[in-house]
């Protein structure tokens, strides 16, 4: 299957087409991702730096007030009555809102000050850090830590505060509201939510503890390197790097970024900005959808475009091949449409050129073959080496009374042996001969009796062309009988001859008959007269007008033979009445000759136009031969029959007198041929002259002693022929 043109091209395009979509695919989603990346990491830093330069505004301003209080003179007076420091603290605590609360503690570490109901009083701090650290004269931030006094997370500030001597006379203590930390982190988380992610911001410190957190209950309840298993490093270390990190454990995305210490800040804080990775990389799975669907799309685009190609290429081949195949199973295509790329039509108009060649070729053939079957001709062709028959036909078939099948390949010898009318024809021309020594070969004419009749031939003999890879020689013959040529040759011949005497006699006959009337009137009149009257002279006189009446009759038969012209009138003839009209006259005879007419007229027998008393010339002439032949009687039957089909009208006399021999038969058209001592010879020539005139035809059967059958055949419509002699 994958050896077909279309297959190859299919696969050849496909792979190109899929490969290199697949490369570009490839290589832009991976730009795009890298962009997209960095776009990222770029907004989480941005988000980052806001944070934090929030968070440490809140610090700075944290430690700036603070600062600001540590300096008042009346915290500074250490004679200030508890009144006058509270008011001062209240005061503070209005002014700068982000305080909740401050206190202020005797070097022992026991509150002495406090604001509004006082209930701090007498608390002591002394055992924590800030407050030690306090007392060593550094102002600093408390870690957050959860107030079980508040019952919630808080960030403590100690400040040292001194005399104008700068003698350490107390501690200041306030705490802020960490709300005001958290708010960033918060009003960072909702944007996101807003915005449609779940992107947060948490502050860690340097344990990891979670300070800060949207969801307030984590925070001092979680630490995120315990919860995480990470060493308390890592922190540093995300913070000092510049790209995202990812956590596997809760498969988060994030960056961690330290907030900057202050002059009493010096805590390591860390803020955090994370995402769930699922929705950092919606935006890329989004990307890597629409190129997969673009990808597929115009893949499908491609093999749609490249089938199309491919079949634009390939049908008009199929076409072709088609059309060659059919070719070569013997049918005959239509012609191949020339509408392609310009190589298979022109491929396709030479084929259709070669196809109606061949066609044409072919049908040549076919005629030749059939003018071969057809002709008149027995054609066979002969290889001279070996003298096999490698054509034969129909009327080979017919004439040697063989089949084809059974001579082709046989050689002529064998044809010899199995066909007689061949071999009667080698006996006379030496046809194999001929064949063999190929000398002779030149057109010849033979006669050969075939079915014991004497035939003539014509031999053609023709050198056949070989073809291009074949080097056999091969002869045609062609024999051609040309028996009814030459016999209407002779006839013609005849008749020329028949017509010249015939001219001669008639004026001869001219010239006899005028003297001989005279003769014979004078002899008449000597006979009237008496002259010579004695002995036997009246005898002679007998004979004289007996021989005179004699050469007259001659004549006249003579001139009936030569003027067939004359004496005609076309009428409409009934046969059945003409013949009644001559029987008739022969009725006296027939009681001498005791020569009996019977009669049998077919009443169906129609009238028609015809020469009538020529017609009855003919009848008189057969009915007076069949007399002469029966002298010692006998029957005559004459019959008339009509055949409607045909259109003709038989009549039949049959006699039963000496009949002829194959001699008399051959020589019934010769004139002056007569068997009888005192006959003419004219009267058959005359019949047949008549009859054939008419159209008609004469049919004879006779044997010696046995009597004689003369069929006359006349066609009811006269023909051309007919009329000629009118
Ligand atoms: P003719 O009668 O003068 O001899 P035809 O031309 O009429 O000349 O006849 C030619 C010859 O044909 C006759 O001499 C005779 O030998 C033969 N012939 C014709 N008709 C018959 C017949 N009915 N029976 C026998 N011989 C016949
Ligand atoms: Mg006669």
């Known amino acids: 299957m994958m050896k077909t043109l279309r297959s190859k091209l299919l696969l050849f395009f496909m792979t190109i087409t899929f490969f290199s979509l697949f490369v570009i695919a490839f290589v832009s989603y991976n730009s795009q991702k890298e962009a997209m990346e960095t776009q990222l990491e770029r907004s989480f830093q941005l988000y980052a730096q806001g944070l934090i330069t929030s968070v440490h505004n809140i610090i700075d301003e944290v430690s700036r007030d603070v600062g600001y209080l540590s300096a008042n003179p009346v915290l500074k007076n250490p004679d200030a009555s508890t009144e ?20 202020l503690l005797d070097l022992d570490g026991t509150v002495v000050a406090d604001i509004a109901d006082g209930r701090f009083i007498g608390y002591n701090v002394k055992d924590r850090e800030w407050f030690g650290r306090a ?13 079980s006094l508040l019952e919630k997370p808080v960030s403590v500030i100690a400040v040292p505060v001194t005399d104008n001597e700068g003698n350490l006379v107390g501690i200041l203590s306030p705490y802020y509201d960490l709300v005001h930390l958290w708010d960033y982190v918060y009003a960072f988380s909702e944007l996101q939510k807003e915005i449609g992610n779940h992107a947060y911001a948490f502050l860690l410190n340097e344990q990891g503890d979670v300070i800060g957190h949207p969801e307030e209950e984590q925070i001092l309840t979680r630490n995120y ?5 990470l060493s308390e490093s890592i922190l540093p270390e995300l913070a000092a790097s510049d790209g995202l990190f990812y956590n596997g454990q809760n498969g988060e995305v994030g960056m961690v970024r330290q907030i900057p210490h202050t002059d009493i800040f010096t805590h390591n804080w860390y803020l955090g900005v994370a995402v769930p990775e699922a929705e950092l990389m919606s935006p890329l799975k989004n990307l890597l959808t629409q190129y997969l669907m673009i990808f597929l799309f115009v893949l499908a685009a491609m093999w749609l475009a490249i089938i199309h190609f491919s079949n634009y290429l390939v049908s008009p081949v199929e076409r072709l091949l088609k059309a060659q195949a059919e070719f070569s199973e013997g049918h005959k295509p239509d012609p191949v449409p020339v509408d392609s790329y310009q190589e298979i039509n022109q491929l396709s108009s030479e084929f259709n050129v070669t196809m109606a060649k061949a066609v044409e070729r072919e049908n040549i053939h076919k005629k030749s073959t059939l003018i071969l079957e057809a002709t008149d001709n027995a054609v066979f062709a002969v290889n001279t080496d070996t003298l096999e028959v490698t054509t034969f036909n129909k009327k080979c078939e017919t004439m040697f009374r063989k089949n084809k099948s059974d001579v082709i390949g046989a050689t002529v010898k064998d044809l010899n042996e199995s066909s007689e009318s061949f071999r009667s024809i080698e006996e006379h021309s030496g046809l194999i001969k001929r064949l063999e020594t190929e000398t002779s070969l030149e057109d010849f004419e033979f006669t050969c009796p075939i079915d014991g009749e004497e035939r003539y031939f014509y031999i053609l003999f023709n050198q056949l062309p070989a073809s291009e890879n074949e080097d056999k020689k091969e002869i045609l013959v062609i024999i051609s009988d040309v028996t009814e040529n030459r016999m209407m040759l002779k006839q013609l011949i005849q008749s020329e001859k028949v017509k010249a005497a015939g001219e001669l006699a ?18 008449q009149l000597m006979e009237a007269r008496g002259i010579g009257e004695q002995g036997n002279s009246r005898n002679y006189y007998q004979i004289i007008l007996q021989e005179i009446d004699r050469i007259n009759g001659i004549v006249g038969d003579l001139m009936n033979l030569v003027r067939p012209n004359g004496n005609t009138q076309l009428m409409e003839a009934d046969v059945n009445e003409l013949l009644e009209d001559i029987t008739l006259l022969y009725d006296g005879q027939v009681s001498s000759s005791k020569v009996a007419i019977e009669k049998e007229l077919d009443e169906n027998v129609p009238t028609f136009l015809t020469f009538g008393s020529k017609l009855k010339q003919v009848f008189i002439n057969i009915i007076k031969n069949a007399f002469e032949a029966m002298p010692d009687g006998g029957s005559l039957m004459i019959r008339t029959s009509y055949n409607v089909n045909l259109e003709t009208v038989d009549i039949i006399f049959t006699d039963t007198g000496i009949g002829m021999d194959a001699d008399t038969l051959e020589n019934l058209r010769k004139p002056f041929f007569t068997t009888k001592e005192t006959g003419t010879g004219l009267g058959m020539p005359t019949c047949y002259m008549i009859i054939e005139e008419l159209g008609g035809e004469i049919k004879v059967e006779s044997e010696p002693g046995k009597g004689t059958v003369f069929t006359v055949r006349l066609p009811v419509k006269l023909k051309d022929a007919g009329l000629k002699g009118a």
Do not use: C, M, W
Request: glycine residues 4%; aromatic residues 18%; charged residues 25%.
């Open 84 to 103: 006058e420091i509270k008011e001062q603290l209240e005061e503070f605590v209005t002014y700068f809102s982000i305080f909740e609360h401050v206190v």
């Open 135 to 147: 007392l060593n004269g550094e102002a600093n931030f408390a870690e957050i830590y959860f107030s």
């Open 225 to 229: 390197l315990r919860d995480f298993n």
């Open 506 to 523: 008639a004026s001869f006959a001219h010239e006899i008959r005028n003297p001989l009337t005279t003769i014979r009137g004078f002899i």
